[in-house]
């Protein structure tokens, strides 16, 4: 490739570019002899032009990734290299309330609907390119016209008649043969950008459902969070009354009160705090499921933080290649931009074209369609664009800049997704560990508690080891019932990096059940479900 060679990987076959330089030759000679040169020295070498089906241009072959060869956790009894329920991860969790949101938010979420739109774009784009391939010019034209001619113009004599008429029909048509490729490679561009737009849709609903269970989470999470608060406060609001009691037996006794009043206050102060977040929370899951913010306390009904299996099925770092839609729909870009690479070459070639029209014109209409009314051209014809000054071989740079750019991003984004799922995972894996900690530490603090509000019922020790021991169970068993939560969360978290949860649309429309968690239809938005927009089948 001369001078232009390709740095880093090489994904593509591409070879005689320094030959582009040559087809900046100048008008002078024969056209045998430029068309000598196009063959000889051209972009695309003759060999490269018949392998790759008579199209000018690189052939593109998919890039090569950074790719792990195991987890790091892979040695953890609790990391299965099975693909195991990576396609229906909300089920792992035994939630039947979260599979019918799953299943509901699916059928009306607005953000899917848009990229549903989106694949019917790329369909119609890709539609058009190929009817490029077919005479691009075919038109029909008729028309009637009466011409009045001035009686002192000269040769008078061509047209005895001052006023006469004229009647006609034709038809035209111009056909540019894609002799090097250009449309084909416009085609080649338009099903990777429809692959893609199909990729897109795939991330979307992937971050839908994730999106879906973490906010059911946290309201479950929320829910028991409020649980404790509020029998917190109870429980304060029993033991203030003896201190109270005792204050107004003597005032003396004024600093156990006071201590006892203001860990009542700090546990009522969290009740609200966390209904702000409950009712935030069910906000979010509204939006997503596409409806108007509502109370969803009775949809949703009364249930624990699911409870998720210690073990999770990952697979191998490879699969996120074919499984992840963000993966698939970067390399998919890089794709189309190898396909534009080519439709630039192509300028440096003639475009080589078939021209016609014919028609019938007459003064009268009755005679319009005689064999004397007819008349008509036809024959070939090229238009090259010799003298460009650069201009070509710079757009093909610049074609070629842009493919390596995206190929680039798709190898970052691999990276990114290792990442991801290496993140998720350990998350997962530890915050097992730090949930049955602080389960034993609130338990620990909840029993010191009781034993001390006892010892303080019979007068054995004053107030302060009882405010003390209240403070930090607020906040030993707030911190526990999130550490609780957190790990279902985490297990979406790792289910969402490795890319699970598109495979819905893959089931048979009956198989996907648009009922609420109560049994019921919910509202449908108009215009129609997300299903409702056709979509590739997976390759």
């Known amino acids: 490739m001369g001078s232009h060679r390709r740095r880093g990987p090489i994904v593509v076959d591409r070879t005689g570019l320094a030959g582009c330089r040559a087809a900046r030759f100048k008008a002078s000679g024969s056209l045998t002899f430029a068309l000598a040169l196009v063959v000889l020295s051209g972009c695309t070498t003759f060999s490269d032009y018949v ?58 979420n607005l953000t899917l609907r848009e990229a549903g739109f989106r694949i019917l774009e790329a369909r119609a784009t890709r539609a058009i390119a190929v009817g490029e391939i077919f005479p691009q010019t075919q038109v029909s034209n008729g028309g009637y016209s009466s011409t009045g001619v001035s009686e002192n113009v000269a040769n008078r004599i061509a047209t005895p008649e001052r006023w006469f008429s004229n009647w006609s029909y034709g038809f035209g048509m111009a056909w540019e043969l894609d002799f090097w490729g250009r449309f084909r490679r416009a085609v080649d561009a338009a099903d990777a950008e429809l692959n893609a737009s199909v990729e897109g849709y795939d991330d979307v609903l992937v971050t839908l459902l994730a999106d879906v269970g973490t906010n059911y989470v946290e309201i479950r999470t929320l829910d028991r969070r409020l649980e404790l608060a509020r029998a917190n406060v109870q429980l304060f609001t029993q033991i203030l009354a003896i201190p109270e009691a005792r204050f107004k037996a003597d005032e003396k006794n004024r600093v156990p009160w006071d201590l006892a009043r203001a860990n009542l206050a700090q546990a009522e102060a969290l009740v609200p705090q966390l209904e702000i977040a409950r009712r935030q929370a069910e906000n979010r899951l509204c939006i997503l499921l596409g409806l108007p913010p509502r109370d969803l306390q009775q949809q949703l009904g009364h249930a624990p933080i699911p409870s998720p299996p210690l073990a999770v099925a990952v697979g191998i770092p490879a699969d996120l290649l074919r499984r992840r839609p963000d993966v698939r729909r970067a390399e998919r870009e890089a794709a189309a931009q190898s396909a534009r690479i080519g439709i630039a070459e192509a300028d440096f070639y003639p475009q080589i074209s078939l021209v016609g029209t014919f028609g019938w014109s007459s003064e009268e209409i009755t005679n319009l369609f005689d064999e004397k009314s007819f008349h008509g051209t036809v024959g070939p014809g090229f238009q090259w664009n010799v003298l460009n000054y650069g201009r070509i071989l710079n757009n093909v740079r610049l074609q070629d800049a842009r493919f390596q750019e995206l190929v680039t991003r798709y190898q970052q984004t691999v990276l990114n997704a290792g990442g991801d799922v290496e993140n998720a995972l350990v998350t997962f894996l530890k915050s097992q560990e730090r949930a ?104």
Do not use: C
């Open 51 to 108: 392998h790759d089906n008579f199209k000018v241009g690189p052939k593109y072959a998919r890039p090569p990734a950074p790719v792990a060869e195991h987890w790091i956790e892979t040695a953890d009894q609790r990391v299965r290299q099975d693909n195991g329920e990576i396609n229906e991860w909300w089920t792992v969790l035994h939630d039947p309330v979260l599979n019918d949101l799953i299943q509901s938010a699916y059928r009306q």
């Open 436 to 539: 049955r900690a602080l389960a034993a530490s609130a338990d620990a603090w909840r029993d010191g508690t009781m034993l001390l509000i006892a010892q303080y019922r019979g007068e054995l020790i004053d107030f302060v080891p009882v405010g003390y021991f209240e403070q930090n169970l607020i906040l030993q068993q707030d911190e526990a019932a999130q550490a609780q939560g957190e790990v279902p969360q985490a297990l979406i978290a790792v289910y969402r990096a490795l890319g699970g949860g598109w495979q819905i649309r893959t089931q048979p429309a009956g198989a996907v059940a648009a009922t609420g968690a109560a049994g019921q239809s919910p509202p449908k938005p108009p215009g129609g479900a997300p299903a409702d927009v056709p979509l590739l089948p997976k390759p």
